[in-house]
């Protein structure tokens, strides 16, 4: 097997971190993830499950991106696609600057080192019938033409980096807590030294009180590594604690993307605001006090999606408007994006000193890099 040309001997180590938050690592243009569905005798093509609906973002070097929204509205089919765990049905994404979704399958496979992902469920993710050098080890077997010795010693690495105990290095999974089952899980994803890790809910499974550990666990690591992370999590206040800018989605769509200040003490879309008004506050005098957004009806089946706004169904402040045309996603204030008519009118009513005739559409990247 050929030594990889990406893993550790290229990649930053221990140490080394190779942050540069103004390069963006993960440029996603026009992405869609559909899952056909089939019906009738003859099992034909009746349809598909939007999941990811034509979504664009960056992320930078060095910083998380953290993704909320519902149950069901595709932040784990986003994340994979994003990985290319599945096949996309359009758009790009590029990696580096190398667009995953073309390459050929053995390219992929040299690519895959440098990007990993972190599942929820650390217990059905690792393997009980191997111990956790050989899980840990895995992707070291696959990937590189390493010596027994030396993929010991990484291994020990990884361990000694995750808070593991080396003696524990011949032990089965089952004989581990939840959270120390996670961190052998982020050491897999450690080995081969990635520098973008797609966390998906790492830490939903977990007890409250490990939680925190583990949240601290990555961004100890992805300070030490120079790590950039997509952060999935319908856990408002981990993600306000972790993300540097948080994306938010409804029904297969990012409706807003702003940085985490913004996005929390601003919000712009109706969504955002439903879902923050139902994070409960530490303080009990504004947890009583404060106004909830209580959303009416349930999330629409992402395979017959709403005509216009894909939440006008649901919206508190929905106008006609909505019911008929897709808001696009624009720059309402600098670094914050939504997807909202509310304030297409405002823009055209020219209270923002802004009209729609002179405000192209623009996607999330072309606004950051203005
Ligand atoms: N393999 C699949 N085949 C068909 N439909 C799927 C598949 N995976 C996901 N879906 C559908 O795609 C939509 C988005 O699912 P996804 O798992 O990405 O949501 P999610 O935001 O991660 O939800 P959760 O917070 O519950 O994890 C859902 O309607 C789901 O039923
Ligand atoms: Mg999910």
């Known amino acids: 097997m050929n030594a990889p040309d990406t893993p550790t001997d290229t990649a930053p180590g221990i140490g080394q971190n190779a942050t ?16 056909p569905v089939y019906g009738g005798l003859l099992r034909r093509h009746v349809g598909d499950v939007k999941a990811v609906d034509d979504v664009s973002f960056d992320i930078y070097e060095g910083e ?28 790009s994404v590029r990696i580096a600057g190398e667009d995953i979704a073309t390459l050929s399958p053995e390219k992929l496979r040299r690519k895959r080192p440098s990007m990993q992902m972190v599942f929820q469920d ?5 393997n009980p019938r191997m111990t956790v050098a050989s899980i840990i080890g895995e992707p070291l077997d696959e990937h590189t033409d390493w010596s027994r010795a030396r993929k010991l010693e990484r291994i020990y690495e990884l361990m000694d980096a995750v808070g593991l105990n080396r003696d524990y290095a011949n032990r089965y999974p089952h004989a581990f807590s939840g959270g120390q089952r996670q961190r052998i899980g982020i050491a897999r994803a450690l080995a081969l030294n990635p520098r973008f890790i797609v966390c998906d809910e790492p830490i939903a499974a977990l007890d409250v009180s490990i939680q925190a550990q583990v949240v601290n666990l990555l961004e100890e690591l992805q300070e030490q590594f120079g790590l950039t992370y997509m952060f ?43 879902l923050l008004s139902a994070v ?17 009806g349930d999330v629409p089946s992402p395979s017959n999606p709403p005509k216009g706004c894909n939440f006008c169904t649901r919206c508190p402040k929905v106008m006609e408007i909505c019911r008929q045309f897709e808001p696009p996603v624009r720059e309402h204030r600098p670094g914050q994006f939504a997807a909202c008519h509310l304030y297409e009118e405002t823009r055209t009513a020219g209270t923002s000193g802004v009209t729609r005739s002179e405000h192209n559409e623009t996607s999330v990247q072309q606004g950051e890099d203005a």
């Not at 650390?122 to 690792?126: C, D, R």
């Open 20 to 35: 540069d938050r103004s390069r963006k690592l993960v440029e996603v243009k026009n992405l869609k993830l559909y899952f």
């Open 64 to 91: 998380t991106l953290g993704i909320v929204g519902e149950s069901g509205c595709g932040k784990s089919t986003c994340g994979r696609a994003v990985l290319r765990l599945y096949e996309l049905t359009e758009g």
């Open 280 to 296: 409960p506050e530490a303080d009990p005098f504004t947890e009583t006090h404060k106004e909830r957004v209580v959303l009416k």
């Open 122 to 126: 650390p217990q059905a993710s690792l």
């Open 232 to 274: 999935i999590s319908h856990d408002l206040s981990m993600v306000r604690h972790i993300a540097d800018r948080v994306a938010v989605m409804y029904l297969g769509k990012i409706v807003e993307l702003a940085p985490v200040s913004m996005l929390y003490e601003s919000p712009l879309h109706p969504y955002t605001e439903a």
